[in-house]
């Protein structure tokens, strides 16, 4: 048979759900047998209490036993060594605690009260009484009688199945249906009303057990809570036989080999639709079990699973929470007096199907100084079958299970230690030291595997410690208590309050993942654009999340590993989310920077394109220019040459008629003696000649005049002797004539007439040509200039008039003027003005220096200096 899967549409096994009965078929009855093997007969009815409404079935086995040697109740002891604690104030910590409950149901039997099992139900204890051998050679006092008592959560004495469930179960159904998970537990010697009490009685509807009235309650709070919540039942039955599990509900081989966190891994859980079809699936389950094992001493745990899903009504998608019911018979071991195991001599009493055993096999493997041990194999005896063998593997399992119980309740001590150890700054002491803890080994055991939930510190347990009053079940009864009082051992979230299965309390992740995501999406939304969804935004989107998560995770009670694993996925779908909205945004906007960064470079090289092409169109001016200027000094000096050459045929005819007239006026002698003091004759002549008259006088004055027009050349060769010559508006500087004397008269005239040509405009606001821009009209044919311009250089400019100008700006007035804003280029242009007014007089004057300077020294290509 294929292997089936939890969860997995398989066609269920043929059941009329419709022709379900609400009574439960006959089923063929157990055989009651008593301590000493024989097989009990039906007994008369116990008389039920008159409040109980229903009363349990009247098939109890009454078994006359002696009562044993009276005592008066002795010293206290445990399960174990005799001596046991005060009852009431542990039970009541245990209750408080979350600890699992222990409720005892006592068989009806007329034992009870004889001083073999007494109840106090006002302490709820059970009181137990043991003969223990002493070493009295008296046989009067070979026995000692002493007393257990076992203080329970619950005592049900002559209860009816509904007590029963309305004390166990009711309260573990209630809660299951809000999301905490429940387990019963039922334990206790052979034929004590285990199957009783879980499954109910065989035929007897009123007599239905807890399973089914569960069942009940649970279709009751579905109907009941429809308009809130939507339920959805499931339900799995197993067995477990020497370490083998079965699934009832498809009736195959034992052919689950594991447990995972849902239970048995291939479990068949079919939807319960209604309670006949859960009252349906649990009757195929014990009809084929009782068929499959048709051997009395065969013994097999059986354990039903009731999963509840809750799903919102409205968005059917959502499930609120899972749940779920575990229902455990355990099986106990057949006491050693039952004739299903050999007798005294050795051979067994059934041969049909017990194999005698074979002999013991003596390994001498293991030696040793103390000496020769066996292996562990010789301490198998050999049951493969039989009563031994099963009996042998039920107390392994019930062992199993003690094994953990107690191993949490240690593992719940060390982690109270290594707490402690941390608190105290210990934290690498604990941390080593947690590798050496105790874990539960519950994968070690097919049993406890399948009710490992127990440990899960959040399903609420219960068990279900049945007695049977009958001397011949006594130890069988305090190993089923032993059992007990260790399962309520097991601490209370223990795990923190985390289970490896699908259940939840309270707030489950969805809700809380829900908030997060309609608290933080709409944000995010409308933050859609590349200027909201900044980096920084999305910083702080992102932290409000982990914030509202962080803060709402406490206030959940999640109990289940793949549901945490759930919710963090969930969360890390919406984090990726977020963070993908983040790369997305700063991928745009490096595409965008990308984008201006390109086309700023394009620009740059436009730009870089023009400037060449300016500079180009600059050389190729400059060339024009030089070719100009080449061809206009040449024509100067073919001008200056025609010039000298008209002066020189000038002077030659002056000379040649100034000869003539000389030889045909004056005798030649005077001529000789008139000319070695020629600046004085010449004032003789000026003096003498004033009063003269005629010719020679007009001569002279036309010759002084012609004399004072040629001074162009004169200037030049001039100003390059008088450097410190005084200009227009200056104090001249005190200097000396070349005689000694004091300079004045003719001698300044002539000074002033050569410094005229150096003439200072007034101020433009232009650029300057040669200087990188337009010579403003009024700088043409001046020799000096104060131009106010950028950029802030001052230099000699060649113009076509073959004047040169100096010129004379303000240094920074660009830079000034445009850096800024529009207050602050003003603020600036205000400044420039100041400053010019100020110094406008003082500039004039450098002005006109430096271009006396600059033409003395011939200078023709702009130099560019800072004035200021
Ligand atoms: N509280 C009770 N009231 C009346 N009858 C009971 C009660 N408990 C058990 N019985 C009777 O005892 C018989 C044996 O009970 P049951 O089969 O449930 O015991 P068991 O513990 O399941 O035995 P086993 O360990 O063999 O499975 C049943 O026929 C049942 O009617």
Redesign the pocket.
């Known amino acids: 048979m294929a292997t089936l899967t939890e969860g997995t549409s398989l066609t269920p096994p043929p059941v009329e759900r419709n022709s379900i009965p609400l009574a439960l078929p006959t089923l063929p009855?157990?055989e009651?047998i008593d301590h000493e093997g024989n097989r009990l007969q039906a007994v008369p009815p116990?008389p039920q209490p008159p409040s109980q409404t229903e009363s349990?079935?009247?098939?109890?086995?009454v078994e006359d036993l002696s009562p044993p040697t009276t005592g008066t109740p002795g010293g206290e002891g445990t399960l174990t060594d005799g001596v046991v604690a005060s009852p009431s104030t542990q039970q009541q910590q245990q209750q408080k605690s979350g600890k699992p409950q222990v409720i005892v149901?006592i068989?009806?039997s007329p034992n009870v009260g004889n001083n073999l099992f007494d109840v106090d139900v006002e302490t709820k204890t059970i009181q137990i009484r043991v003969d223990r051998e002493t070493k009295s050679q008296d046989p009067k006092h070979r026995l000692h009688p002493s007393f257990i008592y076992f203080p329970a959560d619950n005592v049900l004495e002559n209860?009816s199945q509904e007590d029963t469930f309305n004390v166990v179960a009711s309260e573990i159904v209630e809660k299951a249906m809000t999301g905490v998970p429940g387990m019963i537990v039922a334990v206790?010697?052979?034929?004590?009303?285990?199957?009783?009490?879980l499954f109910g009685?065989s035929g007897r509807y009123r007599n239905r057990g807890i399973i089914a009235r569960s069942l009940e309650k649970m279709f009751e709070i579905k109907d009941r809570k429809k308009e809130e919540t939507e339920f959805k039942f499931g339900m799995g039955i197993i067995e477990v036989r020497r370490e083998r599990i079965r699934d009832l509900l498809t009736l195959g081989p034992y052919e689950i080999n594991d447990v995972g966190d849902r239970g048995p891994k291939g479990m068949y859980i079919e939807e319960v639709d209604c309670l006949e079809h859960g009252l349906g699936l649990l009757l195929r389950a014990l009809i084929g079990q009782k068929l499959i094992h048709q051997e009395p001493f065969e013994r097999f745990h059986t354990i039903v699973y009731m999963d509840i899903v809750a799903v919102s009504p409205s968005s059917p998608d959502l499930v609120q929470f899972y749940s779920r019911i575990t229902f455990a018979?355990i099986?106990?071991a057949p006491d050693q007096k039952s004739d299903l195991f050999p007798s005294s001599s050795g051979t067994p009493m059934s041969t049909d199907n017990c194999a005698p055993p074979p002999p013991p096999k003596i390994e001498t493997k293991f030696k040793t100084k103390q000496g020769v041990f066996p292996s562990r194999r010789c301490c198998n005896p050999g049951y493969t079958s039989g009563p031994l063998a099963e009996s042998i593997a039920v107390r392994r399992d019930t062992f199993a299970l003690e094994q953990i119980f107690l191993k949490a309740n240690e593992m719940q001590k060390v982690k109270k230690y290594f707490a402690k150890l941390e608190e105290l700054g210990l934290a690498m002491i604990a941390s080593e030291k947690r590798r050496y803890t105790t874990g539960h080994n519950v994968r070690q055991n097919k049993l406890a595997h399948c009710l490992k939930d127990i440990l899960d510190g959040i399903t609420e347990i219960r068990i279900l410690l049945?007695v049977r009053p009958d001397k011949a079940y006594l130890r069988s009864s305090l190993e089923a208590m032993r059992f007990a009082e260790r399962a309520r051992l097991v601490p209370a979230n223990l795990n923190g309050g985390t289970s490896k299965r699908g259940l939840l309390q309270g707030r489950n992740e969805d809700q809380i993942l829900q908030e997060v995501i309609t608290n933080i999406a709409p944000e995010l939304m409308n933050a859609a654009t590349v200027e909201s969804l900044s980096s920084e935004k999305m910083r702080m989107i992102q932290e409000q999340a982990v914030t509202y998560f962080e803060n709402n995770i406490d206030s959940m009670k999640v109990c289940s590993k793949e549901k945490v694993k759930l919710m963090f996925e969930n969360f890390r779908v919406l984090w990726n989310f977020l963070w993908e909205l983040e790369l997305n945004v700063s991928l745009r906007k490096a595409q965008e920077d990308m984008k201006l960064a390109l086309a700023a470079q394009a620009s740059s090289a436009a730009w870089s394109a023009a400037d060449d092409d300016d500079d180009r169109q600059r050389n190729a001016s400059n060339m024009n220019l030089a070719n100009k200027k080449s061809t206009m000094r040449r024509i100067k000096k073919e001008k200056e040459r025609e010039r000298s050459k008209k002066k020189k045929e000038k002077k030659q005819r002056e000379s040649m008629e100034f000869k003539a007239a000389e030889e045909g006026k004056r005798p030649s002698g005077q001529m000789n003696g008139e000319g070695a003091p020629q600046a004085e004759g010449g004032e003789a002549r000026k003096a003498s000649g004033s009063g003269g008259s005629g010719k020679g006088e007009e001569k002279r004055k036309s010759l002084n005049g012609t004399q004072e027009e040629n001074q162009d050349g004169a200037q030049v060769n001039f100003s390059t002797t008088n450097v410190n010559a005084p200009f227009p508006g200056e104090s001249p500087p005190p200097t000396e004539p070349p005689g000694g004397g004091v300079v004045g008269g003719e001698q300044e005239q002539k000074r002033e007439s050569v410094v005229t040509p150096v003439t200072v405009i007034e101020r433009h606001s232009s650029t300057v040509k040669g200087l990188g821009g337009n010579i403003p009209d009024a700088v043409v044919g001046v020799e000096a200039a104060v131009v106010v311009t950028a950029p802030a250089k001052s230099g000699i400019v060649e113009q076509e008039g073959g004047t040169s100008a100096v010129v004379v700006v303000e240094e920074g007035a660009e830079n000034e003027s445009k850096a800024g804003g529009e207050e602050e280029r003003a603020a600036n242009a205000a400044k420039l003005e100041q400053q010019i007014s100020t110094n406008f007089e003082e500039m004039k004057k450098i002005a006109r220096r430096q271009a006396f300077h600059l033409l003395r020294a011939g200078v023709k290509r702009p130099q560019w200096m800072s004035l200021f």
């Open positions: 009855p157990l009651p116990v349990v079935s009247n098939e109890v086995v149901r068989r009806p209860s206790g010697p052979e034929v004590s009303g285990k199957t009783f009490s009685l018979e099986a106990s049945h």
